[in-house]
T-cell receptor, first 112, second 114 residues
Framework: KQEVTQIPAALSVPEGENLVLNCSFTDSAIYNLQWFRQDPGKGLTSLLL?????REQTSGRLNASLDKSSGRSTLYIAASQPGDSATYLCAVAGGSQGNLIFGKGTKLSVKP | ETGVTQTPRHLVMGMTNKKSLKCEQHLGHNAMYWYKQSAKKPLELMFV???????ENNSVPSRFSPECPNSSHLFLHLHTLQPEDSALYLC?????????????FGNGTRLTVT
């Protein structure tokens, strides 16, 4: 059974810092890995999707990497801003149709 | 209007009530999903519909009944719920149901069962 773990559960950094969020999964047979952002009381916003054949994806200040063999992904946020404060969720797609398995998320707080 | 829209945003219901959650997507996607988000637990997939046919039901209790009348609309009918069913219910859509394209989520319905 696929399990997704995100470390740390919460992170607080000063504005301007570069930071890394970690995601690990137990079954390497995945279609893709997705990173989402969730603001309080809101739904999820898709940030990056990495196909199983890819190693990384970039969007603006965000860079996500995937190492399928070791069951790991990282989300790198450069030059963090207070507006980046949110919960970041990692999810892997595999097995039955549409079944994304989510981690519990990392709650990020960027202090001005 | 664009994206995925869910109504109502908040719902309080008693255990004997019957209510429905509504989701509408304006993205031309072929797959729609219901997820449950409880405090301190990962998101749980409840149902998946592909081209209006249910393709996944993750052992969800029968007090939750989905309906997908067309590819743009998805409902979740609720009856005789329990207090532990209180959660944020999120609807999502994607271009295909095989987990190969990004999911687009609505803002959810915050359900409280009293």
């Amino acid at each position: 059974k696929q399990e997704v773990t995100q470390i740390p559960a919460a992170l607080s950094v000063p504005e301007g810092e570069n930071l890394v969020l970690n995601c690990s999964f137990t079954d390497s047979a995945i279609y893709n890995l997705q990173w989402f952002r969730q603001d309080p009381g809101k739904g999820l916003t898709s940030l990056l999707l990495i196909q199983s054949s890819q190693r990384e994806q970039t969007s603006g200040r965000l860079n996500a990497s995937l190492d399928k063999s070791s069951g790991r992904s990282t989300l790198y946020i450069a030059a963090s801003q207070p507006g980046d404060s949110a919960t970041y969720l990692c999810a892997v797609a595999g097995g039955s149709q549409g079944n994304l398995i989510f981690g519990k998320g990392t709650k990020l707080s960027v202090k001005p | 209007e664009t994206g995925v829209t869910q109504t109502p945003r908040h719902l309080v219901m008693g255990m004997t009530n019957k209510k429905s959650l509504k989701c509408e997507q304006h993205l031309g996607h072929n797959a729609m999903y219901w997820y449950k988000q409880s405090a301190k637990k990962p998101l749980e997939l409840m149902f998946v519909y592909s081209l209006e046919e249910r393709v996944e039901n993750n052992s969800v209790p029968s007090r939750f009944s989905p309906e997908c009348p067309n590819s743009s609309h998805l409902f979740l009918h609720l009856h005789t719920l329990q207090p532990e069913d209180s959660a944020l219910y999120l609807c999502a859509s994607s271009q295909d149901p095989a987990g190969e394209s990004p999911l687009h989520f609505g803002n959810g319905t915050r359900l409280t069962v009293t």
